[in-house]
């Protein structure tokens, strides 16, 4: 019995190791790393097993999911907007240097409100709407001979004339920036001058304007209707009278708008004394 299987046998065990060959043949061929070998074992009932690789994806994803759970568990069960975002700054060692705050060197001895008497050496102009350059000299008081310089205007309301001083030399050259004002030794804001103005002579026009106008329809001749109307004759004297008062009339209106054109001014003669009051403490410039 034993003797009939054994040429079967030695059949199959041929077959085996044919097959075997054949395969490791055949993987030899082929070079290429991503194909697995065949391995076919007829006397083992376990299946082959695949082998596993793991890609680089497949690790990011498990480490991070790693790193979330660690963080889930490290702050508890707090939701996500209660969880706190640490943000830290750079810091290069190096603090930042802020340049000082330049302080003003202010001038002794001279308050806000204080009265200076000045004197005016010159005769002072002043326009509406305009500054004209205008000086004037301390005469009482520790900072004698001391110059203020400001500019003149015209008041349009009072028709007085103001002035400002802005700068103040010393003897010595400084110069302090201040904000005075001009008052009158009455203690009245700006000083009362002499005011130029056109009025009078538009009015001297018109009175010589109608004057003329007046006379001129005074010798036409006329001739009376029968209900007593008068009226202007059609002759050639009457129409050289019309010429005439029309041509004045033109010419006068001429003059009216260059008077216009030209702005009134006050203007006062040399000022022997005039009070500047402080608005602002003055400050070396």
């Known amino acids: 019995m034993i003797m009939a299987r054994t040429p079967f046998i030695m059949l199959i065990i041929s077959v085996s190791f044919n097959l075997r060959a054949d395969v490791e043949l055949f993987n030899d061929l082929d070079s290429k790393p991503s194909k697995k070998t065949m391995e076919i074992d007829l006397f083992s009932d ?24 660690a963080k889930k568990a490290s702050f508890g069960n707090l939701p996500k907007h209660q969880i706190p975002k640490k943000k830290f700054k750079k810091y290069s060692g190096a603090s930042t240097i802020f340049p000082e705050a330049p302080t003003k060197e202010y001038l002794e001895d001279i308050k806000i ?34 110059i203020l310089y400001g500019h003149a205007s015209m008041s349009q309301t009072t028709k007085r004339l103001l ?8 003897p ?18 700006g000083l009362v001058g002499e005011i130029h103005s056109n009025k009078a002579e538009l ?10 106008k007046g006379y001129s329809e005074a010798t036409k001749d006329r001739n009376t209707t029968a209900f007593g109307q008068e009226y202007a004759q059609a002759n ?18 001429r003059i009216r708008n260059e008077f216009l054109n030209v702005d009134e001014f006050v203007s ?3 000022v022997s004394s005039a009070i500047v009051i402080l608005n602002k403490r003055p400050f070396k410039m």
């Open 46 to 69: 376990e299946k082959p097993q695949k082998r596993q690789i793991n890609s680089v994806k497949t690790d990011r994803k498990a480490t991070k999911k790693v790193h979330k759970r």
């Open 113 to 146: 409100g204080q009265y200076l008497m000045i004197k005016f050496e010159q005769k002072l102009i002043g326009f509406p709407g305009s500054k004209v350059p205008a000086r004037a000299m301390i005469e009482v008081g520790e900072y004698k001979g001391s």
């Open 203 to 212: 009015f001297g026009l018109d009175l010589i304007f109608s004057a003329f």
């Open 268 to 270: 006062t003669n040399e």
């Open 236 to 253: 050639q004297r009457n129409a050289e009278k019309n010429a005439v008062s029309e041509a004045s009339q033109a010419s006068i209106n």
């Open 172 to 189: 010595n050259g400084i110069q302090y920036q201040l904000d005075a004002d001009l008052l009158s030794p009455d203690g009245t804001l």
């Open 163 to 170: 002035l400002n001083f802005n700068i103040l030399t010393l």
